[in-house]
C-alpha cells in the first residue's frame, strides 16, 4: 500500500482497518497504521468516513470512520467550504439516527462527539440544541443525552479553536436552551423510573448530562433545590445497600452522583450569594454521614472516597465563610463540616486520607495569609487532630520487615504527609508538635510501628525547631544516640534522618557534633540505614561547616571506603556536597591537600577507566558518569572566600583535573550523556577558579570547536556560554570567543534547515540562543558588530513560534537582551545605540509580527511573559514605531476563523493596541495577549 494524492478504493481502506486490527504479523501492522495515519490527514478522508459509516461492514471500520469523521471536524474543519458545512450535518445526523442498542458505545461517543464540535464550529446552524431535541428525544435517547453531555464538555476543550467569541456566543446559546433540557432531563427521569437498579445505565448518562452543563455555569443555580436531577443524586447517595437481600447500587451510578454534588459545590464557590441552596447542599450534604458510616461499616472503599470528596467539596466551597467570620467568641456554623472530614481522615485505609490533603493546604495558605492569631488559635484543635489521624495512618504494617521500597504508593502517601505537616505545622507550633510526637513515644507499651510514625512527624517539623530549644531535643538526639542494637530497621532509619534534619540545632549545640558524627559514621557501613547516614551527614556538614575543619581527614579517610557501603551513588554525591562545602571554609593553605585528595578519588578511576579501555556498563563503576557526577558535586560545593587579587587556592587542582576531562571528552566524544556530564564538571570547575586559569581558554575552545564540527552536541555550546560568561569582561579574549560563535554556526544551522529542524533540536535553539544572549551581556559592540550577526537574527525571527518552554525563552531572552543594548547604552556609548537602531528599523516590523502571531497561534499561554518583556524593552526604546509595527502586526491576522466564525472584532483588537502601547509593565502587556489569544483559541 502506499500513500496517494488521489483517493483510494473502499477496498484498500477496508483491507488496511483489517490489517490494522488483525493481521498478526506486526510489520504490515505498522504498515497499515502509517498509511491510515496519512490517509486521516488527507481531504479524501471527509468521504471516505461518511462512506465506511453508510456500509457498516464491521466494527473496526465504523469506529475508525467515526473517530477519523470526529478527528477531521475538530483539527480540520477549515478544509470544507461552507456550502459542505449542511450535508456534513444532515450526514452525521443520519448516521446517529441509526443507533441502536447494539451500536458500540464507542463508536457512539465518537459520532456524538463530531456532531457537538461541527454545532460548536457552524455558527449557520442557530439552534442545534433545540433541533436535537426536537429530532431524537422521542426515538433516540440514549445518543440525545451523549450528545448533549458532550457539548458543553468540547465548549471547554481548547483543542476546538472556537475562539473566546464563540465561546461566549455558544455558552449563551446553551442558557438559553438550559430550560428545555432541564425538562428533557426531568422527563427521563421518569421514563425511567424510580428502581435504581433496573436503570443504572440511563441514570448514569441523565446524571453526567445534568452535572455538564451545571460545569460551565448553563444551568442557573437558581431553583436546583427542587431539580429532580439533584435530588436523584442525593437519593443515589443515600440509597442503603443490603447484601443479603439484593445487589448495590451501580458503583459507576454512585460515582456520577458523587461528581454531580461536587460540581454543584464547586460553582456554589464561585457563586456565593445563593443562600437558599447553600443551606440546601449542607444539610443535605450532612445528611450523607450515616451513609458514610455505613460504607465503611460494609468495607465498601470506592463509596467512603465518594463521601469523603463530597465533604471536602464542600468544606472548601464553605472556606472562606468558615474563616472569615469565625471570631474569638463564634465560628461560622459550617465548621461543622471539617468534623466530618476528620472522621473521614481516621477512615482506616490512607487513601481516604489523602482527598483531603488540598483543604488542609488551603486552610493553611488562607491562616498564614490572614496571619491573626486569633483565628490560628480556633483552627488549632483541628489541625491537632489532623496530624494525630496522620501519625496513625504513616505507622507501617507491625509485621513488615526491611524498609519501605521506592516506588511503593504507601512510601508516597508518607511522603505527600510530610509536606503537608510541613504546610500545616505552623497552626499547631512546631516545638508543640515535636513535643506531643516525643510524649507519644514514651507512653508505656509503645510498639516499633507507632515509635517510627512519631519519629517521623517529627522529622518533618524537625528544621523549624528554634536553635536554642533545650528541653526536649537534647532527649531525643541523646535517645537516638543509645538506640538498643535490635530495633527495628525502620525506627533506626528514621531516627537518623531525624537527626540530620537536626542539623540548624546542632549548629547552635557544638559539644553535640562529636557523639552525632561518630554515631553517623558508624550507620554509614550499617546494611539499610547507610542511605539515611549519608544524607543525615550532608545535612550536618552543611550547616555546620565551620565547626568542621578538624573533621576533614576522618571524613576523607571514609570516602576512600565509601564504595564498600550498600549505599546509592545519589547518597555519595550528598555526601561529597557536605564535604566540600567544608574544604571551602578551611584555611587557604589547607584546601589544596583535601581538594586534591577529594578529586583524585574521582579522576583515578576515570582514568583506569579510560587506560583500560573498560567497556561502560551504565549505572555502575565501569560507567564514567558515576565519577563526573562526584566531580561536579565536589567543584560545585567548594566555595572559598578571597580578597582583592588573591590567588584561589583551587586552581592549581583545577590545572591537574582538567587534562583528565579533557581526555575523557575526547574518548567519549560519541556518547552524548557522558559528554554532557563532562561539560557539567567543567562548568562547575570554572566556576569554582572563575577567571585564575584563563591559560585553559584557548585549548578548550579548539577542543569544542573540534568535536562540534563532528558531534553536534547542544551541551557544547552550552559550555561555550559559561566561557563568554567567565572570559568575555576580558577584551584579549573576545575575538577568540567569537571565532568559537563563527565556529558553532555552519553545523548548528545544518541542523536547523533540516525538515523541522527548530521544533526537533530545541535543547541546541535553547543553548545556542543562550550563548549569543551572553555575548550580548558581556561583549555587547563586538557581537553586533561580527558577521555572523545577520543569520542568527533570521534564525532567531524563525524560532519565534517554537512552542518549547526552555528554548523559546532563549530566544526571547536574545531579543529582550539586544534591545536593551540599544536604549540603555550611555551617551558616551551610541554606536550600540545605532547598531541596534539599524537592527530594528529593518526587523524590527517582522519580529513584532512574529511575536503576535506566535502568541496566538503557537505559544502555550505560561510562555507569553517572556514574549511581554521583549514588548516592554521595544516600547521603551521606541514607543511611536512599535505602535505602527503593531497595528500592522494585527491587520495581518485572520479577521474570520473557520466556517465563519468571528474570532476577533475590530473592536477588539483595537483594545488590545491600545492596551499594548500604553504598558509600561510586563505584567500589563502579559494579560493582554492572553486576552488576545483566547479570542482565537
Not at 77 to 93: G, I, K, N, T, V
Not at 126 to 144: A, E, K
Not at 687 to 704: A, D, K, T
Request: charged share 20%; aromatic share 8%; with cysteine.
Amino acid at each position: 500500500m502506499a500513500a496517494t494524492d488521489q483517493k483510494p478504493s473502499l477496498d484498500l481502506v477496508f483491507l488496511a482497518v483489517s490489517s490494522l486490527y488483525n493481521n498478526p504479523n506486526s510489520a504490515e501492522k505498522e504498515r497499515a497504521s502509517l498509511w491510515l495515519g496519512e490517509l486521516q490527514k488527507s481531504v479524501h478522508a471527509w468521504t471516505i468516513a461518511d462512506e465506511l459509516l453508510h456500509h457498516k461492514r464491521d466494527l473496526e471500520s465504523c469506529y475508525f470512520a467515526a473517530q477519523t469523521m470526529r478527528s477531521k471536524i475538530q483539527q480540520s474543519f477549515y478544509e470544507l467550504p461552507l456550502e459542505a458545512h449542511a450535508s456534513l450535518r444532515d450526514s452525521l445526523l443520519e448516521h446517529i439516527s441509526q443507533i441502536n442498542e447494539n451500536t458500540n458505545t464507542v463508536i457512539v461517543t465518537q459520532l456524538c462527539l463530531a456532531l457537538a464540535d461541527l454545532a460548536l464550529q457552524m455558527p449557520a446552524w442557530h439552534q442545534p440544541i433545540f433541533d436535537l431535541i426536537t429530532r431524537f428525544s422521542q426515538t433516540h435517547t440514549w445518543p440525545l443525552l451523549e450528545i448533549l453531555t458532550v457539548l458543553p464538555e468540547e465548549l471547554e476543550c481548547r483543542s476546538v479553536r472556537l475562539g473566546e467569541n464563540r465561546r461566549i456566543e455558544m455558552l449563551e446559546n446553551l442558557k438559553v436552551c438550559a430550560p428545555t433540557v432541564n425538562e428533557f432531563l426531568k422527563h427521563c427521569c421518569s421514563s425511567f423510573g424510580e428502581d435504581l437498579r433496573e436503570n443504572v445505565q440511563a441514570n448514569i448518562k441523565i446524571i453526567r448530562c445534568f452535572t455538564s452543563w451545571v460545569s460551565v455555569s448553563a444551568i442557573s443555580l437558581e431553583n436546583l433545590t427542587e431539580n429532580v436531577v439533584v435530588s436523584r443524586a442525593f437519593e443515589i447517595l443515600h440509597q442503603k445497600s443490603d447484601r443479603e437481600k439484593s445487589q448495590p447500587v451501580a458503583g459507576a451510578l454512585h460515582d456520577a452522583a458523587t461528581d454531580c454534588i461536587c460540581t454543584l459545590l464547586q460553582c456554589l464557590e464561585d457563586n456565593n450569594n445563593h443562600q437558599v441552596l447553600e443551606m440546601y447542599l449542607f444539610n443535605s450534604v450532612l445528611a450523607l454521614e450515616v451513609s458514610y458510616h455505613l460504607s465503611v461499616a460494609n468495607e465498601d472503599q470506592e463509596k467512603s472516597l465518594n463521601y469523603c470528596r463530597i465533604f471536602t467539596e464542600l468544606a472548601e466551597s464553605f472556606l472562606d465563610k468558615i474563616i472569615s467570620h469565625s471570631n474569638d467568641k463564634t465560628q461560622h456554623y459550617a465548621v461543622k463540616i471539617l468534623d466530618l472530614v476528620l472522621i473521614c481522615v481516621g477512615h482506616h485505609d490512607y487513601e481516604v486520607a489523602e482527598v483531603t490533603f488540598n483543604l488542609w493546604y488551603l486552610l493553611s495558605e488562607e491562616l498564614y495569609q490572614k496571619n491573626s492569631k486569633s483565628s490560628t488559635d480556633l483552627f488549632r484543635p483541628y489541625v491537632e487532630r489532623l496530624i494525630t489521624a496522620l501519625c496513625r495512618h504513616c505507622q507501617i504494617e507491625p509485621d513488615h520487615e526491611g524498609l519501605l521500597e521506592d516506588g511503593d504508593d504507601f512510601k508516597d502517601f508518607r511522603l505527600k504527609v510530610s509536606d503537608l505537616i510541613k504546610d500545616v505545622v505552623f497552626i499547631v507550633g512546631s516545638s508543640n508538635c515535636f513535643r506531643q510526637m516525643f510524649i507519644s513515644l514514651q507512653s508505656p507499651g509503645v510498639t516499633w510501628d507507632s515509635s517510627e510514625a512519631a519519629l517521623f512527624i517529627m522529622q518533618a517539623v524537625a528544621k523549624n525547631i528554634l536553635p536554642t530549644e533545650n528541653e526536649i531535643v537534647p532527649k531525643v538526639v541523646e535517645a537516638i544516640l543509645n538506640l538498643p542494637e535490635n530495633t527495628h530497621i525502620a525506627v533506626r532509619y528514621t531516627s537518623v534522618l531525624l537527626l540530620g534534619e537536626l542539623c540548624e540545632w546542632v549548629e547552635q549545640h557544638p559539644t553535640s557534633l562529636d557523639p552525632i558524627l561518630n554515631f553517623l559514621i558508624c550507620c554509614l557501613s550499617q546494611q539499610g540505614i547507610g542511605a539515611a547516614a549519608a544524607t543525615a551527614l550532608q545535612n550536618i556538614c552543611a550547616a555546620c561547616n565551620e565547626h568542621m575543619a578538624r573533621h576533614v581527614p576522618i571524613l576523607l579517610q571514609l570516602l576512600h571506603q565509601v564504595d564498600t557501603f550498600a549505599i546509592a551513588n545519589n547518597a555519595i554525591i550528598g555526601l561529597l556536597k557536605g564535604v566540600a562545602a567544608i574544604v571551602g571554609c578551611m584555611p587557604h593553605g589547607e584546601v589544596p591537600g583535601a581538594l586534591r585528595e577529594l578529586c583524585l578519588l574521582q579522576t583515578n578511576p576515570l582514568c583506569h577507566l579510560m587506560e583500560q579501555n573498560i567497556n561502560v556498563l551504565r549505572g555502575t563503576k565501569t560507567d564514567p558518569v558515576v565519577w563526573l557526577d562526584r566531580l561536579s558535586s565536589v567543584f560545585r560545593h567548594v566555595t572559598v572566600r578571597l580578597g582583592d587579587g588573591e590567588t584561589n587556592p583551587c586552581k592549581s587542582i583545577a590545572l591537574e583535573v582538567w587534562p583528565v576531562l579533557s581526555h575523557a571528552m575526547d574518548k567519549y566524544q560519541n556518547d552524548l550523556r557522558i559528554m554532557e556530564r563532562c561539560c557539567r564538571s567543567i562548568r562547575f570547575m570554572l566556576r569554582c577558579v572563575s577567571q585564575q586559569v584563563g591559560e585553559l581558554l584557548q585549548p578548550l575552545v579548539s577542543q569544542l570547536v573540534r568535536l562540534y564540527g563532528t558531534h553536534q552536541h547542544s551541551c557544547f555550546l552550552y559550555l561555550g556560554s559559561i566561557l563568554v560568561d567567565e572570559y568575555a569582561t576580558d577584551e584579549s579574549c573576545i575575538n577568540g570567543l567569537l571565532d568559537m560563535l563563527q565556529a558553532f554556526i555552519t553545523p548548528t544551522f545544518n541542523l536547523f534547515q533540516e525538515e523541522d529542524g527548530l521544533r526537533n533540536h530545541p535543547d541546541t535553539v535553547d543553548d545556542f540562543f543562550r550563548l549569543c544572549a551572553r555575548l550580548l551581556q558581556r561583549a555587547p559592540l563586538e557581537f553586533l558588530q561580527c558577521a555572523a550577526l545577520p543569520p542568527i537574527l533570521q534564525c532567531a525571527l524563525m524560532a519565534c513560534s517554537l512552542d518549547h518552554k526552555e528554548a523559546n525563552t532563549s530566544v526571547m531572552k536574545f531579543f529582550y537582551d539586544l534591545i536593551n543594548t540599544g536604549y540603555s547604552s550611555k551617551s558616551h556609548d551610541l554606536e550600540k545605540r545605532k547598531v541596534v537602531q539599524n537592527i530594528l528599523n529593518e526587523h524590527g516590523q517582522q519580529l513584532v509580527t512574529n511575536l503576535i502571531h506566535a502568541c496566538v497561534f503557537y505559544l502555550h499561554t505560561y510562555m507569553l511573559s517572556e514574549v511581554a518583556d521583549v514588548f516592554i524593552e521595544l516600547l521603551q526604546m521606541d514607543r511611536d514605531m512599535v505602535c505602527k509595527w503593531l497595528s500592522a502586526a494585527l491587520e495581518s491576522l485572520p479577521k474570520q476563523g473557520q466556517g465563519g466564525i468571528v474570532t476577533a472584532t475590530p473592536q477588539q483588537l483595537n483594545d488590545f493596541y491600545v492596551s499594548v502601547t500604553r504598558s509600561d509593565t510586563s505584567k500589563s502587556v502579559t494579560h493582554a495577549l492572553k486576552d488576545l489569544t483566547r479570542l482565537y483559541r
